[in-house]
């Protein structure tokens, strides 16, 4: 029924029918404010994503790596004599 009646220039979205004028399949769809700044701050929030989510991918091993070589490591007596000694 509603599928016979297409011209070139329309554009099928779901159930509904959106007729394209200039054929050139950009929809313009008007928001308000506050639905534009969600989704441009959803756009760009995805481009930190990547960026700090890419940082952090590559930093993980190290910080493994430098909490290995950095872990504590037990004192003899004499070093914590003089550790304690150091502190005061």
């Known amino acids: 029924d509603m599928l016979e009646n297409l011209n070139a ?10 007729n394209d004028p200039n054929g050139d399949g950009i929809i313009s769809i008007q928001v308000n404010i506050p639905t534009f700044c969600i989704a441009f701050m959803s756009f760009i929030g995805w481009f930190f994503f990547a960026f700090f989510g890419g940082v952090g991918l ?3 091993p190290m910080d493994g790596i430098l909490a290995y070589v950095n872990r504590p490591r037990h004192m003899d007596a004499v070093e914590y004599a003089e550790a304690q000694l150091s502190l005061r």
């Open 9 to 18: 220039n329309d554009i099928v979205v779901s159930d509904e029918i959106i």
């Open 58 to 60: 590559a930093s993980f």
